[in-house]
């Protein structure tokens, strides 16, 4: 991306909105490392964590010096430099049905003070942040989310789930595949080396992944400054399954909780399993399930769908103890977005989408070929001959773009209309991915 996106300015609009009720909204450049020190100790406060410590605080400057940050700041109160609501933002890859990943705008850090709630600085924050990333070159906006409630009224769409696994080892039997490659330790500089080789091959073929970033997996090895607090018997541990042909196709990061009663009720914590082939994914799971002295193992942010069931005597030893969403989806430019994706079927649509931000309402035409690419235009007048029109809102369509929300689902559930008949059966034919929606860590 050319653009300088770190700095490009917030609107006259925004800046004059919260000036009205006594705030400051304003960038703070990576060269503020005071001032950006300042805005992390809000994030966290935000989110309810601990004030961090001065080793966190260079670490997170590093890990944040890419992005855009901005800070809202109340000058009358008595801590006037810390800022009482914050946002950081920067592009990001997404991985889409059957095509090159798209440079999505990635949204993260989002808190507003409790006591200046109600004051639209959300709304100015987030409003900012579309208009950003549409100067910025991106088609779509992403977020993770911690609350349900505040993203759809942005044109957000909840487009991936994940879920919480818990495994009872004991009575779970494998019987799944026995693949010819090994599983083997590796140090956490290997692990730096070759996990973000094998992860980059995996995500491709699963929509709704995200490029991870250096830190990131810094902070998966338990190599951040937080790992110094973890106990001696809950060190992360790396393992890489490599097959006949010597060739890294899968990875996994764990720990281990001791029971200080029974040593065998041990608890593992798959904090990371990424796998490119299927040998690679019943290898891993086939050495995390036999390891001794465990008797549970807890797997968050999994997909809803896990195989693993199916490859234990004892499908029920694992089963899901949450499911969420968890990848919420903003489209900007919609014909961009449309076509950077591929279809599973050929077809063609009249959507009828409204945006209650006006970023993105009106009559789009998307016809897909044989190949599953797309073409879009604007389209006036009557529905083509042999066309499914449907009306739907930008958020509803977002669900949808990954593959993984059923159309006939929303239809009746009263989120899109149909204008002709079977319009969201055809549209789920075409819009369907094999592969579940998912993202397997947080922004």
């Known amino acids: 991306m050319s653009i300088d996106f770190a700095r490009i300015p917030h609107s006259a609009a925004a800046v004059d909105n919260l000036a009205t009720s006594g705030l400051r909204l304003s960038l703070i450049p990576k060269e503020d490392t005071l001032g950006r020190a300042a805005w992390l100790q809000a994030d966290a406060q935000g989110f309810h964590e601990a004030e961090h410590s001065p080793a966190k605080v260079t670490e997170l400057l590093e890990a944040c010096a890419p ?5 809202v700041w109340d000058d009358s109160a008595e801590r006037a430099g810390l800022p009482i609501a914050t ?15 798209v440079t999505a705008w990635a949204i993260s850090s989002v808190t507003v003070a409790p006591t200046h709630r109600r004051r639209g600085i959300a709304r100015t924050l987030l409003t900012s942040e579309l208009l950003t990333a549409r100067e910025a070159g ?3 906006a992403m977020l993770t989310v911690t609350e349900a409630t505040i993203y759809g009224r942005y044109g957000f769409g909840p487009a991936a ?4 696994w818990e495994i009872a080892t004991a009575g779970a039997n494998w019987v799944g595949s026995r693949p010819a490659g090994r599983v083997q330790f590796i140090t956490a500089e290997s692990a730096l080396r070759s996990g973000p080789e094998v992860y980059e091959r995996a995500r491709a073929a699963t929509p709704g992944e995200v490029e991870l970033s250096p830190y990131w997996w810094k902070v998966l090895l338990g190599l951040n400054s937080a790992s110094t607090d973890e106990a001696a018997n809950s060190t992360v541990r790396a393992v890489r399954y490599d097959d006949e042909d010597g060739v890294a196709q899968g990875i996994a990061f764990y720990t281990v909780t001791a029971d200080e009663q029974v040593m065998a009720n041990g608890t593992l914590t798959l904090k990371f399993l990424v796998s490119a082939t299927d040998d690679a994914y019943a290898a891993l799971w086939q050495f995390l399930i036999e390891i001794d002295l465990v008797c549970t193992i807890n797997a968050p942010l999994r997909a809803v769908d896990e195989p693993l069931p199916w490859q ?18 903003r489209i900007i430019d919609v014909p961009a977005t449309l076509t950077a994706r591929r279809y599973s079927h050929p077809d063609e649509f009249l959507l009828t989408i409204t945006d209650t931000l006006g970023l993105a309402n009106g009559n789009v035409l998307l016809t897909i070929a044989e190949d599953g690419s797309a073409t879009t235009c604007a389209h006036t007048g009557a529905v083509p001959h ?9 958020a509803d369509l977002g669900s949808l773009y990954l593959g993984g929300v059923n ?37």
């Open 161 to 164: 789930w994940a879920a919480r």
């Open 87 to 101: 946002a950081r933002s920067w592009p990001m890859a997404l991985s889409v049905p059957g095509a090159t990943p």
């Open 138 to 140: 991106c088609s779509i």
């Open 386 to 394: 042999g066309a499914a029109h449907l009306t739907l809102t930008i």
């Open 312 to 329: 234990l005597r004892d499908g029920r030893a694992a089963h899901k103890v949450g499911e969420r969403d968890h990848l919420w989806l």
């Open 407 to 443: 159309a006939e689902t929303l239809a009746s559930a009263g989120r899109l209309w149909e204008h002709t008949p079977h319009a969201a059966a055809r549209l789920e034919r075409s819009f369907h991915s094999t592969v579940t929606p998912r993202t397997g860590s947080w922004f």
């Open 67 to 71: 992005h855009r940050v901005t800070g």
